[in-house]
């Protein structure tokens, strides 16, 4: 208990003597300096310490008056309340798929021996893609063609003896069932010539198939097989990929809240769509409505929309991603300001209005929609008023502004002006006062940052300083720090 007791009062005794020495600086400092060696930088500092105690007296203080040195105008910008048609718009992320595709393949079995395309070539519907070796083929439609004159001769024959069968059964040289015999084997041939003929259409099909034929109009893609392969039905791949990307389409998902909004909007017309860059800016391209789905995602409470696009700048590609931007309804005449001059406290939203006696005035106002750039106003402001969108870091209601063109006087750092645009301080108009302050703090700047061979520096710096001090108070005035911007 003892022990303790002794350190308590040891530590007791050591703060006491750390803050007598703190206290009692001013007058120690100057000697040690002195004593030290730093001559130069005495001066300086006396005068420092006794316009830091002048400024301690006034109950503030050089860097507290640095903070709030600015009085007079502030510097705003200010735009003015407007009416403008304000498109609505849906967005959407959006997959880009072509109008039609199709991979070719082959039909019937056999050798590549001709391409008739070059990859990424624009072809017609009709245009020949490829040949197969159809010399198989041919001979089985030939066989086909020989059978049916084969059968059309012995059609012939059984047609003459049903003729001589009849007349002998009028001559009663022959028998009625000779007749009906030979008239069975008359119908027999004629079903086997509908037989050879249907015969010959299948062999002149199947021999059609070695000529590949584009299906529809389109690009082709990167080629599968090369001349020489050999190519079947069964084949995955196919020979090309044939896609139709004038016009294309784009299938992107709006949510589910938004679908009577929109089907309300189609029944009155076909509406438009814009494919966006991935900046949200720049425009791609435009089309139509096509098509909403007929039920909605039930995993992620979305409804897949269909839009066509004409592509003739082939800025689409199928595959890809875009942001698609659906126009539901154009606000006519509505009041709008820039987005940058609505703020929000915690009563809601609020512009700040210039009056006529360059003074802003705080106004509540009902936001209908907004986005980037504007913000449709419903209420709390009318055309005609001004309101301030830049430089609300020390901005009350009633402060008097200044209406700046250059929009960094109107930054929150920036000092305020009077007429000439110049600075004004609070303290002193002449700037001596806030100079006298920043020399204050100098020298404690300059004696922390010494160490090793940092008298030389000292010396220099004070030297330095000291001339600038002569010189006029204004630069020193304006390295105060400014105050932080809040909105």
Do not use: C
């Amino acid at each position: 208990m003892a022990r303790t007791f002794r350190v308590v009062v040891w530590l007791a005794v050591i703060g006491a003597v750390g803050y007598g020495a703190y206290a009692t600086r001013d007058r120690w400092l100057g000697p040690a300096e002195r004593l030290l060696g730093y001559q130069n930088a005495a001066a300086p500092a006396e005068q420092a310490q006794g316009e830091r105690r002048g400024g301690q007296g006034q109950g503030g203080g050089g860097r507290r008056r640095s903070m709030s040195q600015f009085s007079g105008p502030i510097p705003v910008l200010a735009a003015d309340v407007a009416t403008a048609d304000v498109p609505v718009y849906i967005d959407g992320v959006g997959l880009v798929k072509a109008l039609n595709t199709v991979t070719v393949r082959a039909q019937i079995s056999g050798k590549i021996v001709e391409i008739d395309f070059e990859e990424g070539q624009d072809i017609k519907k009709g245009d020949v893609i490829a040949r197969i070796d159809d010399g198989v083929y041919k001979a089985q439609r030939d066989q086909a063609v020989a059978k049916k004159a084969q059968d059309e001769a012995l059609l012939a024959g059984a047609q003459r003896d049903l003729a001589r069968f009849q007349l002998m059964v009028k001559s009663a040289s022959g028998t009625q069932q000779q007749v009906d015999t030979q008239m069975s084997l008359v119908a027999q041939y004629t079903a086997q010539i509908q037989v050879d003929v249907a015969a010959i259409e299948s062999a002149q099909a199947t021999l059609d198939y070695t000529t590949i034929k584009a299906p529809i109009d389109g690009r082709t893609g990167i080629r599968n097989v090369d001349v020489g392969n050999l190519v079947s039905s069964s084949d995955a791949t196919g020979i090309v990929t044939l896609s139709q990307i004038q016009p294309i389409s784009v299938l992107f998902s709006i949510p589910q809240q938004q679908l009577a909004r929109v089907n309300a909007a189609s029944a009155a017309g076909t509406l438009s769509v814009q494919a966006m860059a991935s900046d949200g800016q720049t425009v791609i391209d435009n089309g139509t409505l096509g098509v909403v789905d007929n039920q909605v995602d039930p995993t992620t409470g979305t409804v897949k929309l269909k839009a066509n696009f004409p592509n003739e700048k082939l800025a689409l590609w199928p595959g890809a991603f875009v942001n698609a931007r659906l126009l539901v309804e154009t606000l006519k005449g509505v009041t709008v300001i820039p987005s940058a001059a609505v703020q929000r406290g915690p009563n809601g939203t609020f512009v700040y209005v210039i009056n006529q006696g360059q003074t802003v005035a705080m106004k509540p106002v009902k936001v209908r929609q907004q986005d980037d750039t504007l913000a449709v106003i419903a209420e709390g402001i009318s055309p005609g008023d001004k309101v301030v969108t830049t430089g609300f870091a020390r901005l009350q209601d009633g402060s008097k502004v200044q209406i700046s063109t250059n929009p960094d006087q109107a930054s929150p750092g920036a000092p305020a002006t009077d007429d000439q645009g110049q600075p004004v301080a609070e303290n002193d108009p002449q700037n001596g006062g806030s100079g006298s302050a920043n020399a204050a703090e100098r020298p404690h700047r300059r004696h922390n940052g010494q160490n090793g061979n940092g008298g030389h520096r000292g010396q220099h710096a004070a030297g330095t300083e000291q001339g600038a001090d002569t010189s006029g108070g204004s630069a020193s005035g304006n390295s105060s720090a400014a105050p932080t911007q809040q909105q």
